[in-house]
């Protein structure tokens, strides 16, 4: 019995590797040595990361837990009213609504999500209160509202006149084709592994430009747009929330890195799967822009996406600094 239970384990694991697509890693500066840890580590997607990232950092250097720092960084891109892809000032729907979608997610698989939340600020904060004080894992539209309003989240106006007037002038033509690496970046996705090598993650965002009202993209579904494993390692995700939710690209970044997979080696397998569905499916793979940053317990980092023009923040104990992701559409 134990050797067919032997052979059964040996088959399930080599049709996996059958199933999976084998990448050789393109940004070999990367992958950090595995010999040691690193950490604590805190990367984030944009250039937007790199501010965001320093107010993680604070947390994280003086011996922080991961979930307080993502929360904490994430909310600098979602309070700035100059931002157009991340809360406060975010470009709102084809109807002139700004709303909002974001998760969290901790090292013991805790989960908390909002989407198609309006009229508050720090939408990452209601989906902590969600994961900390409701039976439940994601909570919606008035639902949403009306729970964080009972949790004393004050009720602002979210569309700033700049991005109204975007709106406005968007409005004489309703013409509904986002334009890459502008209005589908849409997201801040951040991972970090502490000082007691615990794992956090957090995304948010306020969408797709001009979406129809109600759209839910990635960034508040667990699995999805970002998705935390404390054994294995951490991604999010950032782009078309669409093509992302297609593969649950997230979760199968963990899932490679569980096999095995470099976190670069896991992003470039995720993205090589969205680009074979884009060509089942006939569609143009310059109008998609997709990108995956990942995370292990050791503190080694990847990145990669569909097509440059994608960055992504990282601060460790080296310091702060902005990098340029390797793409496929070369």
Not at 85 to 114: K, Q
Not at 158 to 179: D, H, N
Not at 201 to 229: E, N, Q
């Amino acid at each position: 019995m134990s050797n067919r239970r032997d052979f059964l384990k040996t088959a399930a694991i080599g049709s996996i590797a059958v199933a999976l697509p084998s990448f050789t890693p393109k940004n070999e500066n990367l992958i950090n040595s595995k010999s040691k840890s690193n950490k604590p580590i805190v990367i984030s997607t944009w250039n937007f990361g790199v501010q965001a990232n320093g107010a993680a950092w604070e947390i994280l250097k003086n011996n922080g837990r991961a979930l307080d720092a993502v929360e904490a960084g994430v909310k600098i891109p979602e309070g700035d009213p100059t931002e157009r892809s991340v809360g406060y000032g975010g470009r709102p729907d084809r109807d002139g609504r700004v709303t909002l979608d974001a998760c969290i997610m901790d090292e013991y698989a805790n989960i908390g999500s909002v989407a198609c939340l309006e009229h508050i600020k720090h939408p990452i904060s209601v989906a902590r209160a969600v994961m900390e004080k409701t039976p439940h894992v994601m909570l919606v539209g008035d639902g949403a509202l009306q729970f964080a309003l009972s949790q004393g989240f004050p009720k602002e106006n979210l569309l700033v006149e700049a991005s109204e007037m975007e709106w406005k002038e968007w409005l004489k033509t309703s013409q509904y084709k986002p334009i890459v690496n502008v209005e589908n970046h849409d997201t801040i996705g951040m991972i970090a592994l502490d000082s007691h090598g615990n794992l956090s993650g957090a995304c948010t965002t306020s969408g797709m430009a001009y979406k129809m009202h109600g759209r839910v993209g990635d960034s508040p579904i667990i699995g999805a747009g970002l998705y935390v494993d404390n054994e294995i390692g951490a991604a999010t995700a950032t782009g078309h929330g669409e093509e992302v939710i297609r593969i649950a690209g997230c979760h199968l970044v963990v899932e490679l890195m569980r096999h095995g997979k470099s976190p670069q080696e896991a992003c470039e397998e995720a993205v090589s799967r969205i680009v074979k569905l884009t060509a089942n499916r006939n569609k143009n793979l310059k109008d998609i822009q997709v990108g995956f940053i990942a995370l292990d317990k050791q503190g080694n980092y990847g990145a990669y996406c569909i097509q440059g023009g994608f960055n992504f923040a990282v601060n460790d104990t080296t310091g702060n600094k902005l990098i340029d992701s390797d793409y496929f559409l070369k």
